[in-house]
């Protein structure tokens, strides 16, 4: 189909949608409000069709002008300074309905679970971790999401083992969900005392939240351990079977959960994270399927995959994924240069779907 008459069903259906709502002749409630989400998710591509179709047509008028021998020449020169600017404005234009009409990831309006955990070297990888629990604590409050901790094991020293938070606010999952993979950090320890430059790891994972309709799991398939729950909590937390362990026997995921005193929160917020991993792993397994032939440029989020590097002796942090590096490591640590990373990645993720898409005919 040609992208011309792609551009018109489009706009017949969204004409046909606003009748259809208009006359509210359905008698199921279920059916209206199903059409009228359709026509809301519809109406940015259609009114960005719409001004593109607009400035097609003044460009039409404008060139049959300047053919019109009775038109006089400082009409014609005007005329003419439009057509440059339309013809400077079309491409912009049509790239914008192109990337509308892209394929939505149905996950981009979700929350998320954010798993963070120390991988290679030591202290230093768990100092790591806890410095990304923070930039990304930080950057949640700059967008104004809700960031709530569900985990967090110390080292004692001001690291972090490993921690989970759940992350609340619009369209988390869409900023987030290429910063899952391997972090790597190179900085001098402050416990080295030779001045040698270390290299140490930790694994993000970007879970989108999975409602209790989006996964189905059988109370039979799970092994549930109550234990009393170790570090820091108060003598209460010390002394009673408050923590919580999940383990799904099917998919041998195991999720624990000590944070709360209570271990009926314990165990909601244990199961809320089982549901985020065995989401994940469907939808990976789906994907999988579906673009077995092909890889994303951004890569595919897996944590196996080294996805940057933060340089602390050369104020830089690399993208591996899209060759980038800003020069604003305090920034980015701080979350308040993180959008620029990752604008990036999702005009990168957008350039690649585009290439993907099947060519149009004019």
Not at 48 to 69: G, M, N, P, Y
């Amino acid at each position: 189909m040609s992208f011309t008459r792609k551009l018109d069903r489009l706009l017949e259906h969204f004409d046909s949608l606003r009748d259809t709502l208009a006359t509210h002749t359905m008698s199921d409630p279920g059916d209206f409000a199903k059409l009228s989400k359709e026509y809301s998710d519809m109406t940015d591509v259609a009114e960005a069709i719409l001004a593109f179709r607009t400035k097609q047509k003044e460009l039409v008028e404008l060139e049959a002008l300047i053919k019109d021998s009775s038109i006089d020449a400082d009409m014609k020169d005007m005329a003419q300074e439009e057509i440059y600017a339309l013809k400077n404005a079309m491409p912009d234009l049509e790239q914008k309905v192109k990337l509308l009409l892209l394929p939505k990831d149905e996950n981009d309006d979700r929350n998320v679970i954010l798993e963070i955990r120390a991988g290679t070297g030591g202290e230093e990888a768990g100092l790591f971790a806890a410095n990304l629990f923070r930039m990304y604590q930080r950057y949640a409050a700059i967008k104004g999401w809700k960031f709530e901790v569900l985990d967090a094991a110390d080292t004692g020293i001001g690291g972090m083992k490993e921690g989970s938070a759940s992350i609340t606010g619009k369209g988390v999952y869409a900023r987030l969900k290429f910063e899952s993979g391997v972090h790597r950090v190179q900085r001098v320890p402050e416990t080295e005392s030779s001045g040698r430059i270390h290299t140490s790891a930790a694994t993000v994972a970007v879970l989108p939240e999975a409602e209790e309709v989006d996964v189905q799991i059988d109370e039979k398939d799970l092994v549930i351990d109550v234990y009393r729950a170790s570090g820091a909590g108060g003598q209460h937390v010390n002394t009673t079977d408050s923590a919580v362990r999940i383990t799904h026997v099917p998919s041998g995921v195991v999720v624990c959960q000590q944070d709360e005193r209570s271990q009926h929160k314990n165990k909601a917020k244990a199961m809320k994270i089982l549901r985020a991993k065995l989401y994940e792993e469907e939808r990976r397994r789906i994907d999988s399927e579906r673009s077995a032939d092909r890889k994303c440029q951004v890569g595919s989020g897996d944590r196996s995959e080294r996805i940057r590097t933060y340089n602390y002796p050369q104020g830089r942090v690399s993208d591996h994924r899209i060759n980038l590096t800003l020069y604003k490591i305090a920034q980015i640590m701080e979350g308040e240069a993180l959008d620029e990373m990752i604008d990036a990645l999702i005009t990168e993720d957008q350039a690649a779907k585009l290439s993907a898409e099947e060519g149009y005919d004019a």
